[in-house]
């Protein structure tokens, strides 16, 4: 399958492993990118940019394929020297990078000058706009059902995705509430050159979180994600536990950040992931958690999207086009 975002990253299937905070080290992207997708690791999940110019040298020892470098401004802390990060990034010869949470802008001209193909993921048609006319290579665009920070205008991505394909003229990768190759074909009907997963490369062989948290995961619903930070103007859909409960019913009573900080903290997510007790802390995932059935390896996930996107474009579409046709033959 060769799409224009294929093309562009020069990758073997229009799939992007998303960057995800604690979750996409250089393992996990390296394992995406030797899937055929496009693995992306995140640059604050390591607390300096010197372990981030590590990770990525580990990253390219693990595969020769191509991966991106996620860097998310403004959500995580306000302390940290994005820069200096940005410096690693270049320096490290990174050809790919995906930018969340804030305007790319003030990137824009170091990567321009260093050939580095920006990704921007937004939760909206204008910001998407915006990014375009700052020269982003891609926009991914985020629904109201991913995980981690949807925005606060909860538009769903049936809507979302072809409006915003239909607004740009770059590619538009879909997002969030994807998981299968059923996904994958509804993007690309709905005019997205292809897709963007957290949570199903979470729930992964590869992905270096306990098997606990990937088994409750295989569990879960569709209905178990819960929206926080509403109130903060920071939304974020995470696990329904009792930590999500417990900020809800602070935010319910008019409580302030400081009196979550704690429960929220990286230190109770680490423990999360590395214990597996998915009450220890708050665990990002979205309401694809509902369609994720199984634990597989990235090779494995990625040539099963794949083969079943086909599938339901050449055999199930095809064939009732065909049976259609078919039928109004026999009615004629
Ligand atoms: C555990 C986890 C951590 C995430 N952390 C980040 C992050 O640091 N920066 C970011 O841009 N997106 C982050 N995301 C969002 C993903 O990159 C992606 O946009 C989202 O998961 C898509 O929705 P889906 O989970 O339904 O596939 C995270 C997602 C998960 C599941």
Not at 281 to 304: F, H, Q, Y
Request: hydrophobic share 45%; with cysteine; net charge negative.
């Amino acid at each position: 399958m060769k799409t224009r975002l294929t093309e562009l990253l020069d990758i073997d299937t229009p799939i992007i492993c998303g960057g995800m905070m604690r979750v996409g080290t250089a393992d996990l992207a390296a394992a995406a990118s030797n899937a055929g997708a496009l693995g992306v690791m995140t640059a604050l999940t390591q607390p300096t940019p010197e372990g981030l110019e590590a990770e990525i040298a580990r990253c390219r020892s693990l595969t020769d394929k191509p991966f991106g470098v996620n860097l998310t401004v403004g959500v995580v802390s306000t302390e940290i020297n994005y820069d200096d990060y940005v410096d690693v990034i270049v320096r490290s010869g990174v050809k790919i990078v995906e930018t969340a949470g804030r305007s790319p802008e003030p990137f824009m001209d170091i990567f321009n000058a260093h050939g580095i193909k920006v990704i921007h993921k937004c939760v909206a048609v204008r910001h998407a706009l915006k990014a375009e006319r700052l020269g982003v290579a891609v926009v991914s665009i985020d629904g109201f059902e991913c995980a981690g920070h949807p925005g606060e205008e909860d538009i769903g991505g049936l809507v979302l995705f072809p409006a915003a394909a239909a607004a740009l003229k770059i590619p538009v990768v879909a997002s969030g509430g994807i998981a299968d190759g059923r996904g994958l074909a509804a993007a690309l009907a709905l005019g997205c050159e292809g897709i963007n997963m957290g949570s199903r490369f979470m729930v992964t062989q590869e992905a270096p979180i306990h098997e606990d948290i990937k088994r409750k995961i295989v569990e879960m619903n569709e209905t178990q994600t819960r929206l926080i930070f509403r109130s903060y103007r920071n939304t974020a859909r995470v696990y329904r536990n009792g930590v999500a409960d417990k900020v809800a019913e602070v935010e319910a009573a008019g409580g302030d950040f400081s009196q979550v900080h704690e429960l929220v903290s990286g230190k109770n997510q680490d423990k999360a992931w590395t214990t597996g007790d998915i009450e220890a802390g708050m665990v990002t995932v979205g309401m694809s958690g509902g369609l994720i059935n199984d634990i597989p390896s990235c090779a494995e996930l990625v040539r099963k999207i794949m083969a079943d996107a086909e599938q339901i474009v050449g055999e199930r579409l095809a064939g009732m086009l065909a049976g259609g046709e078919a039928a109004r033959a026999g009615a004629a």
